[in-house]
């Protein structure tokens, strides 16, 4: 029975009519133009770029393209050509006529010319000017660019969450919108350390705008005239400057502000030309359907809708956002003039009403290494050692040194000896460079990851009970991580008895930067320990909005 199956498939693969008794080898889809090997895109295959004349595609390997180089041409809109189409076609005629007559010359001229033939056929010697790109400093790195947009509807209150989702997603850049901050809040509030913060906060303390760029990255602010809300910031790269900017628009029907928006964000598209811009807008805009870019309803006025869709068209920017970010609309929008870069875009739980926004593009820019300072660990000093070599040094040092002895030499041993000593008696460590929150616990990570697979499964199913268990664990997490950042706090305070020096408490009112503004929330003091407060501050009067 199982030979009678055998020939039977045999006989349908003859049938066939397609079967080669040695079929060899498949020739590749996309052969390299060099090698004639495959050009392929999967992870781990050599990089590959196309010709724009031929149509042929090259291994970078093959045609001597570096990795700066193919990152270059990757950002611009610079055509490549192989080296057969990239040169002329010259006639042999063209060389025959320029090459020189020997019997011009003079006798001088051809003994010089002989005794210095044999050095330099080999050695031409360095060119005069090169097209190579300059070596990049070591201190540098580079990475994709990580955006985050979040509606906050007043960070001061989501604080400890909002730090938990940046533990979590770790951006290079948050572009936040309706704060509800005032200029008395200092940025270290509401913020951690690592980020250089650029606000525009309304007088009323609503709505208002921010933008926070890694303090890795070179950004500067930029300095925009317009009464609408919007902060804006460049980094400068070597090669391209990368331009950032969070707006908001308040949803009411003013067409006046939606001009005076509308032409903020064309002056800053028109003052950078070149740059890679990534604009983040509450627009608040639900009429337009952005998978056909029309005005599909009239909540707000046509002339505002077809504003700001005139806009995008003249400033050559597309929005990036195809997913609702609150209930069936899409209000959150990132626009960009450079599409092709972006990898992923995708929606975070919200803090508010409104869904975040992360997004991950091929936008590179140029990293600062953080620099690792040395920490003496003086609890754990060896005294005994140190006061025997210090009182050593001190005979070595009368009896070696005379008054005659400039000082400047004096000060120099006696700074290397102490140096030596310190080195030799005193444990020490490098500071970290990871900026983390201590109080997130693990009570606080297992109630955000279920958050989050809340969040995924309600988007997926769209019940309505997958919806309010996720409204019940967003309103969950928020109480869990505020209770474990005061319930930190409030160990801080109370972890050194009155009348002591509590350096973790001095450390904290550091890293909030509260001797720098004014900080605000009057009924959040720090009243607990009033007496220690007022021995440590000089300011006592400051009532600093630790708790949330």
Excluded at 201 to 207: F, I, L
């Amino acid at each position: 029975m199982a030979a009678e199956s055998f020939c039977y498939l045999n006989q349908q693969l003859l049938l066939a009519g397609d079967i080669e008794r040695n079929p060899g080898p498949r020739t590749p889809k996309y052969p390299c133009g060099e090698c004639t090997r495959a050009c392929t895109s999967y992870k781990g295959a050599k990089a590959s770029i196309l010709c724009e004349s031929c149509e042929v595609w090259f291994h970078s390997d093959c045609v001597g393209l570096t990795d700066s180089a193919l990152d270059t041409l990757g950002r611009s809109d610079l055509p490549w050509e192989c080296y057969r189409c990239g040169l002329p076609n010259f006639s042999s005629g063209l060389f025959d006529s320029t090459i020189l007559d020997e019997s011009n010359y003079s006798a001088t001229n051809s003994e010089t010319h002989s005794s210095t033939s044999s050095t330099s056929s080999h050695h031409p010697g360095s060119p005069l000017a090169k097209s190579s790109p300059n070596k990049r400093n070591s201190n540098q790195t580079i990475k994709n660019l990580r955006l985050l947009e979040v509606n906050f509807q007043s960070i001061f209150s989501k604080r400890a969450e909002f730090w938990s989702v940046l533990d979590a997603t770790k951006p290079d850049v948050v572009f936040g919108c309706e704060t509800w901050l005032k200029p008395n809040i200092a940025n270290g509030e509401v913020f951690p350390p690592g980020y250089d913060i650029y606000r525009c906060d309304r007088r009323d303390g609503y709505g208002g705008v921010l933008l926070g760029v890694h303090n890795s990255l070179n950004s500067h602010l930029i300095t925009i005239k317009s009464d609408a809300e919007i902060v804006a910031a460049k980094i400068i790269n070597d090669n391209q400057t990368i331009v950032l900017a969070s707006v908001y628009r308040p949803p009411k029907n003013d067409l006046k502000y939606m001009e005076d928006l509308n032409s903020a964000i064309s002056h800053l598209c028109q003052g950078n030309p070149g740059a890679a811009v990534w604009i983040a807008v509450d627009i608040n805009l639900p009429d337009i359907t952005w998978e056909t870019y029309s005005v599909a309803s009239h909540q707000y006025t046509l002339a505002i809708n077809d504003s700001f869709l005139n806009l995008l068209d003249t400033a050559g920017l597309e929005q990036m956002v195809n997913f609702p970010t609150r209930g069936d609309n899409t209000l959150d929008n990132i626009l960009t003039n450079r599409p092709s870069l972006t990898n992923r875009c995708s929606g975070l739980p919200a803090l508010s009403d409104h869904d975040m926004v992360f997004m991950d593009a091929n936008a590179r820019a140029y990293r600062r290494k953080s620099v690792r300072r040395k920490i003496l660990l003086w609890k754990r000093a060896d005294l005994v050692t140190t006061r025997s070599r210090v009182h050593q040094m001190s005979d070595d040092f009368t009896s070696k040194f005379t008054t005659s002895t400039p000082v400047e030499d004096l000060a120099t041993a006696l700074q290397l000896e102490l140096e030596e000593i310190i080195n030799d008696c005193v444990p020490s460590k490098l500071s970290s460079t990871r900026v983390n929150q201590p109080w997130f616990n693990s009570k606080s990570k297992h109630i955000l990851r279920q958050k989050g697979r809340a969040f995924k499964k309600a988007r997926r199913t769209n019940k309505a009970r997958d919806w309010i268990r996720f409204k019940r664990l967003k309103k969950d997490a928020l109480n869990i991580c505020r209770n474990s950042y005061n319930t930190y706090v409030h160990d801080i305070i109370h972890s050194v008895p009155a009348g002591c020096r509590n350096k973790k408490l001095g450390a904290l009112v550091k890293a909030k930067r509260c001797d720098l503004m004014c900080c605000t929330s009057e009924r959040r003091r720090l009243s607990t320990h009033g007496s220690q407060g007022q021995s440590q501050h000089s300011k006592p009067a400051i009532h600093i909005g630790f708790l949330n």
